[in-house]
């Protein structure tokens, strides 16, 4: 173990788990480093691709100010969108990195850590919903801003989703350090919320529900996604900053830090992950909602559909991606311009429709678009998502790149 921590920048410096990943920034991390990946140069920690045009430096930033100060991070990360973070053609402004690991970050039960805030310089804008730190399939994630659809002009809540519902939310504060650890158990299928201000300890503040688990190791998007909402877009720059961003596994690491940056600090990590031998309790009632999920059908709505139907131009997927396409997107491919349907045969294939539908059709009585993957399959149906979604692109005439986050 102290070997594959070994390359790791470490949490606060008495971790009561074992760290599979960690994207905590030590005092040597630059920018320009993290501009250095690409498919053909997958350095890890950190995946970067998804942006606007314009330098990574105006979307990313590096600093000791950027943290929150109760944590040991020698460093935190800004992440910035504005007008010209539209990212392959898409209308929705992107800044996401993403874990580059080998590590499986997709099993057994684990935590998912990262504290979030904001200043009153370049404040995010209430009046757009936002999507942070969330998953490919959006099975959970923190939710920023007037809902998509919602009616009103603008809403300072930040909220916490799974299976497609808020189970929690505050007024965001600028200046204020969120803390959040989410308690995902990747076999029981459940997803449960950790949270705290400032330097206080992690508490449980929603216990784990039955969502759509699922990951493919690299496709937590640890940072911004602004859909465009119905009115004028607004082209001021937006920060977001993060600090104590690892995946945990064992017991939940409750406290944020002592502020101190000592951020190598192995020998204590092996020993206290040895000193912690209480095994994550199994959620017993996971079986039968697992089952009745598999049993239910997605129903996505003539608004997500036509949501779906995004243009975007061609030529938009990394080149790295295989492509073979599954029977799913061939299937979806002929069949017609129904959107609802490609979507509904990629969801085979585990992609979701963004949460903002869920979340939506709460108010607007139009019916669930949850998604309900095949778990025994998602790792390998997400590799081949670039396929499917190609296969999309070619033949249905409208899609998305990588993910579906709904933009309407
Ligand atoms: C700091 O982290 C980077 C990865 O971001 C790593 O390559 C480098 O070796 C680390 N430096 C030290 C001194 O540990
Ligand atoms: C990126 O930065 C370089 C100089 O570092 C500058 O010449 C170039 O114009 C910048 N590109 C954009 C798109 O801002
Ligand atoms: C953080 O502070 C806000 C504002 O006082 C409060 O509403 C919220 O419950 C606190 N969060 C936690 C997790 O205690
Ligand atoms: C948010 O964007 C809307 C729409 O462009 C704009 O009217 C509003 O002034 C912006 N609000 C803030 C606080 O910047
Ligand atoms: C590592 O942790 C131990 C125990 O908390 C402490 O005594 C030591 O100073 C730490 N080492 C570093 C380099 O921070």
């Not at 997958?42 to 600093?63: C, F, K, R, V």
């Not at 936002?130 to 099975?139: G, K, L, M, P």
């Not at 031998?277 to 996971?286: F, G, I, K």
Request: glycine residues 6%; aromatic residues 8%; negative net charge.
């Amino acid at each position: 173990m102290k070997s594959s921590l070994s390359l790791l920048a470490l949490p606060a410096s008495a971790l009561a788990g074992t760290v599979r990943w960690s994207g905590i920034f030590n005092s040597s991390a630059t920018v320009a480093e993290l501009d250095e990946w690409s498919w053909s140069n997958q350095i890890e920690p950190w995946q970067w691709y998804i942006h606007g045009t314009a330098n990574t430096s105006e979307y990313l930033g590096l600093s000791s100010s950027f943290k929150n100060p109760a944590a040991s991070d020698a460093q935190g990360l800004r992440t910035t969108i504005d007008g010209t973070s539209f990212w392959e053609g898409q209308t929705m402004e992107r800044t996401e990195l993403i874990p580059q690991t080998t590590a499986d970050l997709g099993s057994g039960h684990l935590y998912y850590h990262f504290s979030l805030s904001t200043k009153t310089t370049n404040p995010p804008n209430a009046s757009f919903e936002h999507q942070i730190a969330f998953f490919e399939s959006h099975f959970t994630e923190i939710q920023y801003g007037l809902v998509d659809g919602a009616s009103g002009t603008s809403d300072n809540t930040l909220r916490w989703n799974a299976a497609g519902d808020t189970q929690w939310s505050v007024q965001l504060e600028a200046g204020n350090w969120y803390n959040f650890a989410y308690d995902i158990d990747f076999s029981a299928k459940t997803v449960g919320l950790w949270a705290s201000n400032g330097s206080e300890a992690l508490t449980e503040v929603v216990s784990p529900v039955s969502a759509s688990v699922s990951s493919n190791s690299e496709d937590w998007h640890v940072g911004v996604l602004r859909l465009p909402g119905s009115g004028a877009n607004d082209a001021a720059a937006e920060d977001w900053f993060w600090s104590g961003v690892y995946v945990e596994e064992g017991e939940l690491t409750t406290s944020i830090g002592d502020g101190s940056s000592s951020s190598e600090n192995e020998t204590t990590t092996a020993a206290a992950a040895a000193a912690t031998t209480s095994a994550a309790a199994v959620e017993t009632t996971a079986a039968a909602t697992t089952t009745s999920e598999a049993a239910a059908v997605e129903t996505t709505t003539a608004a997500a559909a036509a949501a779906a139907a995004e243009t975007t131009t061609s030529a938009v997927l990394p080149t790295q991606i295989a492509v073979s396409a599954s029977t799913a997107a061939a299937e979806a491919a002929t069949t017609t311009s129904s959107v609802s349907s490609a979507t509904q045969a990629a969801t085979s294939a585990v992609i979701a429709v963004g949460s903002s539908v869920p979340a939506e059709s709460a108010s607007s009585s139009a019916s669930s678009s949850e998604i309900l993957p095949a778990p025994s399959t998602a790792a390998q149906a997400l590799a081949e998502m670039g396929s499917v979604l190609k296969a999309l692109l070619s033949k249905s005439g409208g899609a998305h790149a990588r993910d579906f986050a709904v933009r309407r």
